[in-house]
């Protein structure tokens, strides 16, 4: 049994502010924004995996890793 590794990266304009792991909005309208970040971290972690953000040089980076055994499973759900 192994991982199941994805690797994800996009430029962006200005870095992004993580902190805790957690993506800091430069929105005004703050209560609207991250929806989506949270919905992944909550999807691998009901499969007992594991998501990474760092931004560096102006390059965004998601890594997500779940174990493999999983990919035959029920499909992901989002948080409601």
Excluded: M, W
Excluded at 10 to 35: A, C, F, P, Q, R
Excluded at 37 to 44: D, G, P, T, Y
């Amino acid at each position: 049994n192994g991982f199941l590794s994805i690797r994800l990266q996009n430029s962006v304009k200005e870095d992004v502010k993580i902190k805790g792991n957690n993506l800091i909005t430069s929105k005004k309208d703050k209560g609207n924004h991250g929806i989506g970040s949270r919905n992944v971290i909550h999807c691998i972690n009901q499969y007992n995996g594991q998501v990474k953000y760092s931004c560096e040089n102006h390059v965004f980076e998601c890594q997500i890793i779940i174990p493999d055994t999983l990919l035959n499973q029920k499909p992901f759900t989002a948080v409601e």
